[in-house]
């Protein structure tokens, strides 16, 4: 299992366990994306300052991710995906790695699979 974040077109930022998808002749064509989630960074509500007399720039704030299906209603396992929509592909960290696979990976039962966490053979590519 080698689970990515794909950067797309559409600008959304996708979560996913990824394989590719190989012609004969060995060139990667696109990858089938399994429970892919999008990924969102949010920023909650700012923290107000103690006083009202301290300055708007240092009030401080917190990010918070958010994840949800990418393709709910999709009836596939596997979600074909072609390399034309795909900016980047980078690995997750590993606070989002644990969130995907605890919450998303974990409601459908695949806690027990194999996941790379990010170590050599996460950096080095994808594997099936």
Do not use: H
């Not at 974040?5 to 959304?12: D, H, P, T, W, Y």
């Not at 709910?72 to 072609?82: M, N, Q, R, V």
């Not at 590993?94 to 605890?102: D, P, R, S, T, W």
């Amino acid at each position: 299992m080698t689970i990515k974040i794909l950067v797309m077109k559409s600008g959304e930022d996708v979560i996913a366990d990824v394989k590719e998808m190989l012609s004969p002749d060995e060139k990667v064509m696109g990858y089938f994306l399994n429970r892919p989630c999008v990924v969102k960074l949010l920023n909650s509500t700012a923290l107000s300052p103690e006083s009202e007399e301290e300055d708007v720039e240092q009030v401080k704030s917190e990010m918070k991710i958010r994840m949800y299906p990418w393709m709910p209603l999709a009836k596939e396992k596997d979600i074909p995906l072609s390399t034309d929509w795909v900016v980047t592909m980078i690995s997750p960290v590993e606070k989002v790695l644990n969130m995907y696979v605890e919450d998303v990976l974990t409601a459908y039962g695949q806690q027990n699979d194999k996941v790379d966490s990010i170590d050599e053979s996460t950096k080095t590519g994808l594997t099936d």
